[in-house]
């Protein structure tokens, strides 16, 4: 416990899944969580949650497309709780179920908007604040799909890949200035996003086949390395790329 004692965390996508799991984690250990999402209604979910069970947090509804919110996100957390001391970037959105060839320029726009240039605007807008304090921990959310080909996922896994390449940028740009950044790369998890395939053995077998621990995994396992790595047990650890994905990727 108090792993984040007096620590402020901002978890963009925070309103279910991964991110909610992250927010959750990170106020049981102490800290003051912001999330942001563009659900309200999930969103004040959460933030009951993690009052209820005695934790500090508060929402910013919006997209990370939309740069006045990105700037308000980051100002609120100041002005609310003092300080930012932990990023995680988990907002995502993906082009499941299509090659190459079947994608609109739309959609490949969109899916690096929020997942990488996202990032960009989420990262640039919080940069000041822990250059400012000394230090910070950087956690961005990408994918197994960075890591090994998948099919039907070409803009998803294009994003997530050049996620992890910014990730190791940052790491070497900002540790002298106390400021670390990894990257989780989760395999499938049970989340409201994965929902389709969870309710569909035939779909979800054939994937699971993949996986030697024959099992998707739970976003709260997927909080765990995120608050490894965003608490100063990893205080020697930047640049890294740590998949949780049941040994798909050795596999």
Known sequence: MNRLQGKVAVVTGGNAGIGEAIAKAFAREGASV???????????????DMVKAQ?????????????????????????QFGRLDILVNNAGVGDFGKRLHEIDDATWA??????????????????????KQGN????????????????????????????????RALAVDYA??????????????????AAPLMGNPELLNPILSHYP???????????????????DEAAWVTGGTFPIDGGMTIS
Do not use: W
């Not at 200035?177 to 409201?192: A, F, K, M, Q, Y």
């Open 176 to 193: 002298k200035d106390g400021i670390r950044c990894n990257v989780v790369n989760p395999g499938l998890i049970d989340t409201p996003m």
């Open 213 to 231: 621990l024959r099992r998707p995994g739970k976003p709260e396992e997927v909080a765990n390395m995120v608050l490894y790595l965003a608490s």
């Open 110 to 131: 969109q899916v690096l908007d929020v997942n990488l240039t996202g990032v960009f605007r989420m990262t640039r807008a919080v940069l000041p604040q822990m250059l």
């Open 136 to 167: 910070g921990a950087i956690v961005n959310i990408s994918s197994v799909a960075s890591l090994v080909g998948l099919p039907a996922l070409s803009a998803y896994a294009a994003s997530k890949g050049a996620l992890d390449a910014v990730t």
């Open 34 to 48: 912001v999330i942001t999402g563009r659900r309200q209604g999930e969103l004040d979910r959460v933030v009951n």
């Open 55 to 79: 934790g500090k947090a508060s929402a910013v509804v919006g997209s990370v497309t939309d740069e006045s919110h990105v700037q308000e996100t980051v100002r609120r957390t100041v002005e």
